[in-house]
């Protein structure tokens, strides 16, 4: 089961997600986005909080109250840290999270710790969780069906992409082929390149 949130601070709202165990938070290890931002208590023992972004978007480009709201949402999720002021959230792209063998279930490292991004939070704020917890939603996804979908998709997006783009280099050499015959053309008509039968030595009206 994943849990379902929206947060509606931007335009348009974002959907902020987390597995229901650890057993989930393994399945969105192993089926997430290259588009999701993971979120967890440094340190601590938390909730997996996952943000969703636009395709194009990257880390740079979330608002600082939507980071807010994901920051709230996983201290709020951690037994430890929502107990606690001036907690420490990390947060990072999902292609950064790093699974190897004889990590525990719901255990995650990183493949470059330089991409892995830290924000301080005071305390809790209840308004934000009560908003958030409004909009919550238990669902029982197809995790990797909907990430099977998702890449066939790009792979779709990216083939229409190069079909096009074949397109345009074929219609760029048929007007640069059009151009340059049209140069040619140009030249043999400009009046020091044409021949009369003057230009020949022939300048008598006598055929014979």
Not at 7 to 28: H, W
Not at 40 to 64: C, E, F, N, W
Request: hydrophobic share 30%; glycine share 4%.
């Amino acid at each position: 089961m994943v849990f379902y949130f929206t947060s509606n601070v931007v335009q348009p709202p974002f959907r902020i997600f987390m597995g229901a165990d650890k057993y989930e938070n393994e399945d969105l290890i192993r089926w997430g986005w290259p588009e999701d931002v993971w979120f967890h208590v440094d340190k601590l023992s938390s909730a997996h909080v996952y943000l969703r972004l636009q395709k194009g978007q990257t880390i740079d480009d979330i608002p600082s109250s939507l980071i807010n709201d994901a920051c709230q949402l996983v201290k709020a999720n951690s037994i430890q840290g929502n107990k606690m002021n001036n907690i420490d959230v990390v947060y990072t792209m999902w292609e950064n999270l790093k699974k190897t063998q004889g990590m525990e279930v719901g255990q995650v490292a990183f493949h470059c710790d330089k991409d892995v991004r830290k924000v301080r939070v005071e305390k809790r704020i209840n308004e934000i969780v009560n908003r958030l917890n409004k909009t919550k939603v238990e669902e029982h996804p197809d995790l990797r069906g909907e990430r099977e979908k998702r890449d066939e998709e790009e792979r779709e997006d990216k083939k229409r992409l190069l079909r096009l783009q074949k397109q345009k280099e074929k219609e760029d050499e048929k007007r640069r082929q059009d151009e340059a015959e049209l140069r040619s053309y140009s030249s043999l008509m400009k009046a020091e390149n044409m021949k009369t039968n003057y230009d020949d030595g022939n300048d008598s009206d006598d055929f014979m």
